[in-house]
């Protein structure tokens, strides 16, 4: 009996008749490819920083238990609680009994795959809090009851228009086209959800086992302010998460966004160490931690533990030619493309997903955008071998298959299939090439011609070829080493050493100062050299007339006061919600800054608002030259040898999204505006 | 140099002049060509598919015709492939064969390396037909093999040639084996975009080096009715050498 499901068939006639769809993935995808391209040119050493990646979660996968003992033991004892749940089920009946024990209402969500994978809003939903989507793309999928069709480019299936009418019809908002304003439509009403939200739900990029952070990586700020106007913040992570050190993400945030979306890392990186301190003034009560299964024990158990090493990067989706047909609603799962073949069966029914495995040419383009080195191909090739011991594949192929095979299997019998189908050729075709074949075999012919059989095989030339004369003998040259095939390095099983040499882009003896304000222009920060006596005026001229709110304990505050003296409006940040998303302009300072990158690095603490750097549309960061280290590898390297802070991020840019059709918009729910002035 | 030739099933029975151009280029740069007449499939349809047993059974067979050769040079980069990355793994535990298959694999080449790597052949000299337009596709297995390079600079690199590259030179041609015909209007979608890239570059000419790809565009630019010549670089350096007279 067969058992193939024709849902997968009818889901790809259904896009590939949509021309509009298939256009806009193609557009979104190439762009994204092109991106990429760029971004991993700046890495010199790149082949060897995914292998170093690859081992690092490979290493972690094996030695899953000892990590995920070691994070539990620090995120609790920073004040995090921490929730296993074994099942996608259970995971949501965790997260509302979280809801109900606090009396939670109104659920802000970051974008987050495994919320999507359990369903989580409908479970919210049915127990009375309100969830909604906050990511711009999360957020359209959510108001056309959709479900993405893509793991970090949501939207890629639709365009400005059907946004548009979305917004109309649910929003009530006046029809418009234009990307930017569209943008802007969805941050005013989000807003009100940020104002009013108790509970903020996140997923996880990296759990840290060395310290109990959270790493968590957006763009557009939304998943900040989830993360920061609550009472109480849920992330929920599947058990794969875990990294071992904090200096790991070095190389994990440097593979990331640059494989998924081309940027050197995402515009925010917040590193979460339990709940708000006692003396912070904003930030949750509470913090929980979602540890989820779903069937991942299963796999890390199994043969094909190396698809756990997935980052949720894109850049398979982005670069496989049959997604870029299909689209992702094809696959039929929340994780669509090349990971998603892995991902949907060994999670969920390699039944069901039977056709997954097999709609794919084996190009092997996954594999070699794959930052973590996940041999895609040749999983898929394995679960198809699964497939013929489990009585998967239809009888009928599975005769044809032997069939074949065994013919091939012998010179004579293969001569004689040849010399058959020459014959039984020169039926349907016309000269050389047959256009239409009947019966079963017209699937072969059905949007192609194919050719005959040649008169001759090469075997029957050779004989000719033979007699002339073999040319004399020339140099034999030295016998040649074919080149290392695809590295199996994420063999070794041993937590690699973090070797410099091949994470590090800027050297510790570099221009740190002009590294790091050329870097900053080039993200889309707005860089002023500054000094002690022109730093006052060089703020008053980017304030102007505006409402501002300074940071109490920056040492420039007075100076900055002064020259602000009778044109600005001072709000009191003790004021609370009301000054915070009053005001026009947020005047902070840093923990640290990055060459590398261009990045800011802020911190909480007593006096240091969350909302500061993040609420108003315009952020000024002050940064001192000695603050600016040279590369990610520093930051993080050093970040766990002083305590942590409850809240640390990295700030590199302006909010920004792409979500609508791939255009770059800043200034979605961080500030549109950066200004980093280097003293 | 000895070497042996493994024509594989689809130029054997589809493309016998890309055969007989391989025979006479390694010839022309002083080879020693010898073809074990047993010689049938390296089993990557089986492998493919699943068909594990299968393929390993057609995996031993193969080293058995080809035992004894100092290179095993092929014309196809997924049969290539299959010598020298899945059968060593296929046969790992193979106590009789395991050792065999990775000595195969280690001297087993894909012709554009062969001629690029090994012979290491200046193609800056030869001449191409200026009149007409080359394009190259790449198929994925050279990727596999990490020789696109190779496999274009032996098309690039020929003297005034109008060399016209290929937009989306990474995606797939859509073929895949048993996927071009479990899933033809996906495969269908996949190649219309790549003869249509063809189309864009105006040349006259596709250069391809592997069978399955140029059967599955070829098909398609003639059901599409786009007049392009698709040819195995083999056949373009032979051509171009003048060693492939008495075939039109």
Redesign the interface.
């Known amino acids: 009996m067969s058992r193939r499901k024709h849902w997968f068939d009818a889901n ?2 259904k896009a ?1 008749a949509d021309d509009a769809l ?1 256009a806009a993935i ?1 557009d979104t995808t ?1 762009k994204k ?1 092109a991106s990429r391209a760029a971004a991993i040119a700046q890495v010199d050493q790149f082949q060897a920083l995914r292998d170093l990646a690859a081992r690092i979660k490979q290493h972690t996968i094996d030695h899953l238990d000892g990590y995920l003992d070691e994070f539990v033991r620090r995120f609790e004892a920073a004040g995090g609680r921490v929730h296993f749940a074994a099942t996608a089920a259970d995971a949501n009946e965790c997260i509302v009994r979280i809801a109900r024990d606090n009396g939670l209402t109104l659920c802000a969500k970051a974008k987050s795959m495994t919320t999507e994978e359990t369903h989580l809003n409908e479970a919210l939903e049915a127990a009375g809090v309100r969830a909604v989507e906050t990511d711009l793309g999360e957020f359209v999928v959510q108001l056309d009851h959709d479900r993405p069709s893509h793991i970090v480019t949501p939207i890629i299936h639709k365009n400005r228009a059907t946004v548009a009418r979305a917004f109309v019809r649910e929003l009530g908002a006046e029809y418009t086209e234009d990307p930017e304003a569209l943008t802007q439509i969805a941050r005013r009403y989000l807003r009100d959800v940020f104002r009013r939200c108790d509970m903020g739900v996140t997923g996880v990029n990296f759990a840290i086992a060395e310290t109990g952070t959270l790493c968590v990586c957006t763009n557009e700020g939304n998943g900040r302010l989830t993360m920061t106007r609550p009472r109480v913040h849920v992330a929920l992570m599947g058990i794969e998460k875990v990294i071992p050190r904090m200096a790991d993400l070095a190389v994990f945030t440097k593979l990331l966004s640059r494989s998924g979306t081309g940027q050197p890392i995402t515009v925010y990186a917040s590193l979460i160490q339990g709940p708000r301190r006692a003396d912070d003034p904003d930030g949750p009560e509470q913090l929980h931690v979602v540890i989820l299964d779903g069937g991942r024990r299963a796999i890390q158990a199994g043969p094909y533990s190396q698809v756990l090493r997935c980052i949720r990067c894109g850049a398979c989706l982005n ?1 496989c ?2 997604y ?3 689209g992702g609603h094809a696959y039929g799962s929340v994780y669509p493309g090349p990971i998603g073949k892995l991902l949907s069966p060994l999670l969920n029914d390699l039944e069901y997903f039977a056709d997954l495995p ?8 996954c594999l ?1 955008v794959c930052p973590v080195n996940i041999n895609i191909p040749d999983v898929l ?9 489990n009585a998967t ?1 239809p009888w009928s ?1 599975r005769a044809a ?2 069939g ?2 065994a013919a ?4 004579w019998l ?1 001569r004689i299939a ?1 010399k058959a ?1 020459r014959w039984f050729s020169a039926l349907p075709a016309k000269g050389e ?1 047959i ?1 239409r074949l009947p019966g079963p075999m017209g ?2 012919t ?6 005959r ?2 008169a ?7 004989p000719l ?2 007699a002339s004369r ?8 030295m ?5 290392d ?2 590295s199996g390095a994420a063999e070794q099983r041993e937590l690699p050493p973090l070797d410099p040499a091949v994470i590090r882009r800027v050297a510790t003896d570099a221009d740190l100062v002009s590294i790091f304000c050329a870097r900053a222009e080039a993200i889309g920060f707005r860089v002023t050299r500054s000094s002690p006596d022109a730093l006052g005026s060089d703020i008053a001229a980017l304030v102007g007339r505006k409402k501002v709110i300074i940071e109490p304990s920056l040492s420039c505050r007075p100076d900055v006061e002064r020259a602000l003296a009778g044109q600005a409006e001072w709000l009191d940040p003790q004021a609370g919600d009301a000054a915070m998303f009053a005001t026009d302009v947020g005047i902070t300072g840093v923990r640290a800054a990055v060459a590398e990158t261009g990045t800011i690095v802020w911190s909480s603490g007593p006096d240091l608002w969350r909302g500061l750097s993040l609420i108003p549309p315009m952020h000024i960061a002050i940064v001192r030259r000695e603050q600016i280290v040279p590369d990610l590898l520093d930051l993080f390297s050093d970040l766990p040898k002083t305590e942590l802070s409850a809240n640390t991020t990295l700030i590199t840019g302006p909010s920004k999204t792409g979500d609508i059709e791939g255009i770059l918009i800043t200034g979605v729910h961080g500030p549109g505006e950066v200004h980093v002035i280097v003293l | 140099m000895d070497v042996a030739l493994f024509v594989t099933c689809l130029t054997d029975t589809f493309a016998p002049r890309v055969g007989v151009a391989v025979v006479r280029l390694l010839r022309h740069y002083g080879c020693t060509i010898h073809f074990p007449p047993d010689q049938t499939c390296c089993g990557q349809p089986a492998y493919n598919n699943g068909f594990h047993e299968e393929a390993a059974e057609m995996g031993r067979r193969l080293i058995d015709v080809f035992d004894g050769f100092e290179y095993v040079v092929t014309p196809s980069g997924s049969c290539a492939s299959m010598v020298i990355h899945h059968l060593p793994d296929l046969l790992a535990g193979d106590r009789a064969y395991g050792e065999r298959a990775r000595q195969l694999a280690a001297r087993t080449w894909e012709f554009s390396m062969f001629l690029t790597d090994v012979l290491r052949v200046d193609v800056s000299s030869i001449a191409a037909d200026p009149a007409r337009a080359v394009t190259f596709h790449y198929s994925c297995h050279n990727r596999g093999l990490q020789s696109t390079e190779q496999a274009s600079a032996l098309v690039r690199g020929l003297k005034e040639v109008d060399y016209r590259p290929l937009d989306h030179l990474d995606q797939c041609c859509g073929f895949g084996g048993a996927f071009s015909a479990l899933y033809p209007n996906i495969s269908n979608a996949m190649v219309c975009d790549k003869v249509n890239a063809i189309a864009r570059t105006g040349a006259s000419v596709v250069v391809s080096n592997e069978a399955g790809c140029t059967m599955t565009m070829q098909g398609t630019a003639r059901r599409h009715g786009l007049n392009v010549a698709f040819k195995h670089v083999a056949e373009v350096l032979a051509e171009a050498l003048g060693l492939m007279g008495d075939w039109p």
């Open positions: 790809v006639k590939l298939r193609a190439v490819m670069a030619p049959v870029r047909q299909i097999q709609a794919s040419s084996l190009c092997g383009l070699e090739v394995h679960l198809r071998r699964d497939q013929v011991k594949v192929r298959f032997r074949a095979l091939l299997s012998s010179p293969y040849q189908a090439w256009t699937r072969l059905e949007y192609r011609d194919l050719p059989p040649a001759k095989p090469f075997r029957e030339l050779w070829e033979k073999d040319s004399a003998a020339s140099q034999v040259p016998h040649v080493p074919h080149p095939p695809a």
